[in-house]
């Protein structure tokens, strides 16, 4: 008797120790693809100098260029979401990390903006996809309690990504003659072998739930998802999502919140971001590594803060007042036309560290407040509207920065974040510590 306990004993550990491997790795893998995310849109920044020497291009040019990717995953993340909620997750984070890595690969070859554009176009669309999928997976395999850390860690990756994009493209261009075209085609080392770490990977348990496929869920869930999750997962709803649920009486509030929140979050940060170097020496203060990957820096420990407070203080508090002093920063800079430049320095520091921490939560909010059947497009679908703001903002910020000056165009970009701070105010829920199925059920401050 003793014996068959200490073997049930053993069996009961052996299975938690199986889930929390499977665990890290499902984590690695997801955060893997936003450190992808992260550097291909990092990347372009650095090399954008030697490019437009190279193919002699136009601040129109260059504008689409840079804003390209942003609008592929403007296209492809409602058609991922769409595609993972209809036939799965696990076939669709296969997908998008092979168009990914060739693609990638592409760069190696482009010779002409024509070319550059569509390749960073495709690239965006698998970047999409991977929004709208990779979130929804996260969320759906993470055990409450460890949820919001989780999500917000590849907010960590994503920064992290765009940051050793920002050191990698610096130090490649002026250290080395490679070329500009092996700079950006260096993140299809990266693609590559989180494709290899993808295969094998399961299907969403709540997904397959979702479509009435209980008897396989039961079983991926009893084998790797944790205990929590795995009780939760029989209070899932079978029923068939579609898009006209997102603006249901029962979620348009969710859908509302959850795109204004990340339009507003992005908008400024992607056009700063991304342009550091020119938008740092309008205000006469040094570029390059100082600049840009300073800027990064600072935004990544935004991001690590938030995700070591975020489940002892919840979402909300992490969310609302840091877009207040963000929007009160951009507005200083814009006004102040001859503010010291270390002050500058500093009004641009503090806004990339509390902005880059609440944009960790437009990865949480997404998986929380929405239901599984219409998880995936939901988290495209705001995702897209996200990158509408993105994709403006980085095609705009060098033609706004040439024709109506610095101040000015901080100004427009304080009256972004004063848009998302008021929107945020009025809607952001405290899902902390709730279930998924509590969390998509109820939307209370």
């Excluded at 990266?190 to 397959?208: D, K, N």
């Excluded at 975020?310 to 992490?318: F, T, W």
């Excluded at 641009?348 to 902005?355: A, D, G, I, Q, R």
């Excluded at 970009?413 to 809607?427: H, I, N, P, R, T």
Aim: charged share 10%; aromatic share 12%; glycine share 12%.
């Amino acid at each position: 008797m003793s014996s068959m306990k200490n073997q049930t004993a053993h069996r009961a550990v052996a299975s938690a120790a199986s889930k929390r491997r499977f665990l890290i790795r499902m984590v690695t893998v997801l955060i893997g693809g936003m450190v992808l995310d992260g550097y291909v849109l990092g990347i372009i920044g650095p090399v954008s100098g030697t490019m437009a020497q190279d193919l002699h291009l136009t601040a129109l040019w260059q504008g689409l260029i840079a804003a390209a990717a942003l609008v592929g995953i403007l296209i492809g993340s409602p058609i991922g979401g769409w595609a993972s909620d209809k036939w799965g997750r696990k076939p669709i984070f296969m997908f998008d990390i092979g168009i990914f890595a060739i693609a990638s690969g592409m760069q190696f070859f482009v010779d002409s903006p024509v070319l550059l554009v569509v390749v960073r176009l495709l690239m965006g669309i698998a970047i999409g996809t991977e929004y709208a999928v990779g979130w929804p997976l996260m969320a759906e395999f993470s055990p409450s309690r460890l949820r919001g850390r989780l999500m917000a860690a590849m907010g960590i990756a994503w920064y992290g990504g765009f940051m050793i994009a920002f050191l990698t493209g610096h130090l490649l261009s002026t250290y080395t003659h490679l070329s500009w075209n092996f700079i950006l085609g260096t993140s299809t080392f990266i693609a590559v072998a989180i494709f290899l770490g993808r295969l094998g990977m399961p299907e969403s348990p709540r997904w397959l739930w979702s479509v009435g496929r209980k008897d396989e869920a039961r079983a991926l869930a009893a084998k790797y998802m944790p205990e929590d999750a795995l009780e939760d997962l029989h209070h899932e709803d079978v029923r068939k999502g579609s898009f006209g649920m997102l603006f249901s009486k029962e979620y348009w509030r969710s859908t509302l919140f959850i795109s204004g929140f990340w339009f507003c979050a992005v908008t400024p940060y992607f056009a700063i971001a991304t342009f550091a170097d020119s938008v740092l020496d309008q205000y006469g203060l040094s570029g390059g590594l100082a600049g840009g990957v300073g800027l990064s820096a600072v935004a990544l420990a935004g991001v690590v803060v938030t995700f070591l407070l975020i489940e002892k203080i919840g979402r909300r508090a992490l969310t609302v007042p840091p877009q207040w002093l963000c929007a009160i920063v951009l507005a200083i800079i814009g006004l102040w036309a001859g503010a010291p430049a270390i002050i500058v320095l500093i009004l641009f520091l503090v806004f990339s560290f509390f902005n880059a921490g609440y944009n960790t939560l437009t990865n949480v909010y997404p998986g929380e407040v929405l239901p599984t059947e219409i998880r995936g497009i939901g988290t495209g679908f705001a995702a897209a509207v996200s990158r509408v703001g993105a994709g403006i903002g980085t095609f705009l910020l060098p033609i706004s920065m040439q024709n109506l000056g610095p101040g000015p165009t901080m100004l427009i970009a304080a009256g972004v974040a004063f848009a998302g701070a008021a929107l945020s105010q009025w809607l952001a829920p405290e899902t902390k510590g709730k279930t998924l199925t509590e969390a998509a059920a109820g939307y209370a401050h």
